[in-house]
């Protein structure tokens, strides 16, 4: 097991993903604050501490350890910060970091072997419990009240345009907003200048790991372009699709995740086509604004099941078949010495 | 508890704590949870539950151990969905007059009591094998083990959605979505996990693997062999202790006994 | 035409759209125990849509007479309940004669008749006013659903019991709890609120 020095050094992989994550998480955040003020920075800094606390307190008590060092917990609460809008109340937050620890990542027992990505899971229980706060988005420029959802200008997104048929010419805000984020939306979720930053500092850093993002990313367009919702072509569907609620956030940051996605790049590619193919499925039936968060937990829950390829990592099945073969092996001796 | 081959009378606080603490049906075996995730929205909700369940297995149990033990078990399997079905039938006015709400919340699933697993499970593995009181005894038991995770996983969803615990009826819902299966499914988890704390904590003697998840890598055959054939001949099981009766078979395989714990 | 894809779409509806197992708990423990043992899958898969849809055609044309469709739910369950006991009687019957079943067949299919999902469907059916093709989509569908849910449940059991890191108080029960109610979770997007009974 290991112990808290490696657990906080670049030698551990886990440590050394999550750096990159939160890297990224901080680029993202950075342009949250600069739209958004100071209520985005108390929302992350709520949120990661939230997560940060709960890791430490749970882990600790349950596991004799303290595994808060690798970052996950860390970059869990910010993506989940990330993925709420500035007027969600803080409880909010602090609800779906909570629950991203204690019950879909504490169970479990690792980080490396949760079978379904803990911030998604978070952010997800927040999405059913508060479907108001979550799913409310500010306008640009709105004042706020402290510790409240109440009392702002709601924001028209790209989504609502989305489901109304519109297309982003005919309205408030065009392609110079979208790219900087300037417009209605979750807190890292807007930028796409950003979010595409990231996927190079990605590419450098990790190239394997984006065959999922292109996967979800190709599914994800290839709808879009063969039943457009907008009026305004088929290419503007796919751009208006693509940039609408989280879906590059979550091809980015959520869909990579080694844990839960295959290691291989060509399963990994495949992984992200299902979870694109149920995003957009979803945006088309489904009654959630959202589904980016939710198709990746239904993939997570998918895939295993439809594939029978283990979520766990290698070395922990390993570990568990030796014990189980020299058992069989004794048994067979025994039966032959009889 | 030792063997005897004479049939034993089964003191109510052996059953009470082996049959609803330490092998509780719905956390240690995941038996009927129906009822549970769909109806126990409100602490009343999970009151209804226990008094149906209790009523059904203490009824179904006594009378399997009278009249059906020479009965077939696949004839025995629909006698018990009758005689729940019954007691459902004559005791629902008065247990719905427990809920404040009339048992409207309770919807159809208090009547799907009928054809509970845990029932079957209860009277198979050990009422069609002991004397009618001893069966009663764990009716009443397992009953209470059961009510007892109904009316707590119940209270936990009425404090979140009205802030309230026995009065609902009147109090505004914050929360509606908690009456949706996840919320009872997290509950239910972490009252396992409790459940087994306490266990581990102070009856360290009395933690097994009662679930057994030892078989879940089998593949799946696609002709079953269970159809087509003339293989059924296997003697009835001679119970001799209440442990014994109500531990799953694996555990008795794990540990190196043979089917009838010699 | 119509009918076949209003028969589709309440199939694809119980099963995917709007998991029954997963929304309401029907058959949750009867999906939990058969995972524990996947190696008679499909044959309990097969019974279990074989009841289904056939106890839902039955009380289908059952409720158009008129004392029937008057009834008050709990005399219908009552009655539904008394069909399906004389439906699994007969089948138990043809199973054993004609068959030759063994007794661990036979002890499976009680349970693979006798239980909530079975009976709840013809009810969910009522309710909703379901037309014929309708309802034999919801009972291939009730069938196909609870095969979905055995699928997804074992798989969290495999992983439960490969997993050495998990915490010794959350082994075994408590963390299947927790890995379905994340599945129930995840299903639970698709319209946001139950719409089955």
Redo the contacts between chains.
Sequence with gaps: MQNSKEILSFRNPIFRYNADIFAICLALSSVGIYHWGIYALLQLLICSLTAVLCESIGFKALLKKNTAGDLSALTTGMIIALLLPVSAPFYVGITASAFAVLVAKLPFGDVRNTPFLPAAAGFCFAAMMFTEAVFTYPAVGSDFAFFGSEGFVKGKTVFDMLSEGNSLSLNVFGRVSLLSGAYPGAIGTTSMLVLLGGFGYMAVRHPKRLFASCGYLLSAAVLAFLFPRVNSGRLSSVIIELCAGGLIFTALLLITDPVTSPRKPDRAFFYGLMGGTVCMLLRYFSKTPDAACFSILITNALWPALTGETILNKKTAEKYKKPLMKKKQEGIRKAGAK | MKNKKSKPVLSLSTALFKGSFVHNPV????????????AATTAANGLCLAVGITAVLAASEAVTSLLLKKLP???R??VY??IS?SVV?LC?RFIFSLSADSGAGL??YF??L????LA?IRCEKFACKTTALNALTDGVAAGIGYGAVAVITGAVRELITYGTLFSSADALSR????????????I???L???H??LL?KFYPDEVR?T????????????K?????????K?KPKVIRDYDEAIRPRHADRESGKDGNGQ | MTQFSSMLTAALYAMLVQNIIFSTGYGMSESIRMAKRPKHFFMYGGTVTFFSLALSLICFFLNRIPFVFALETKYRIALYTLILTVLYLMTALFCLTVLKADKKFMNSLGMCALNTLIIALPVVNFKAGYTLAETVGTGIGAGLAFVLSVLLINTGMKHIQANRYIPEIFRGTPALFIYISLIALAMSCISGQSLFV
């Design positions: 956390l240690t075996q995941v038996i009927g949870i129906c009822p549970i995730i769909g078990r696949w004839v399997m629909a969905t009758l079905l039938l629902d919807g159809i009547y799907l009928c054809v509970n697993a079957v929360f509606p979505q908690t009456a949706m299966p996840f919320t009872a499914l997290i239910l988890g972490f396992a996990a409790g087994k704390w581990i693997d679930f057994s998840m030892n078989a879940v890598n089998e593949k799946p055959v696609k079953d062999p269970g159809l087509f054939s003339d293989k059924n296997s």
